[in-house]
């Protein structure tokens, strides 16, 4: 569930393949990334279907399991644009700062939840911001063979 200040609520949608965990293992190299898109809802006078991209994250977790309890902060919207994380309401804006955290990991499955300030409109002087609060559950990717097993949950 995403929630954005303190009225607007959205629903994640599992339906596609925009919503993972995904853990990546490649020359010696191992990190982690969350995407998550959500249904339609309303926000103020609007329908739209909001979505999170947080690219991937560097650790030195060998197995999705040791990720419970990883954190993961960025400060400032300077190091969320150089990170090209992103949030989408009107279109794709970097955040203004935010907090990942990985609760638990269960069925395939991991238990996150991610706070922050997004900008809602980049065009505005200054930036329209707003808080946000995201506590769900979504499907584990550690190879193109696992949208098979989430697909069938």
């Not at 947080?54 to 990720?67: A, C, H, R, V, W």
């Amino acid at each position: 569930m995403l929630k954005i200040g303190d009225k607007f609520l959205f629903e994640e949608n599992l339906l596609n393949r925009q919503t993972c965990l995904m853990f990546f293992k490649e020359n010696n190299s191992v990190s982690w990334s969350v995407d998550i898109g959500f249904k339609n809802g309303n926000f103020g006078d609007e329908i739209l279907a909001p979505a999170i991209c947080i690219n991937p994250i560097d650790t030195d977790k060998n197995s999705i399991e040791d990720l419970v309890g990883e954190r993961f902060r960025v400060a400032t919207v300077e190091e969320c644009d150089d990170r090209e994380d992103t949030f989408y309401i009107y279109e794709f804006e970097p955040m203004v700062s935010y907090e990942l955290e990985v609760l638990e990991i269960k069925d395939s499955r991991a238990h996150i939840r991610c706070n922050g300030i997004l900008i809602v409109d980049g065009y505005s002087t200054p930036y329209l911001q707003e808080s946000f609060e995201i506590d769900a559950w979504i499907p584990v990717i550690e190879s193109v063979n696992d949208w098979e097993k989430v697909e069938n949950i």
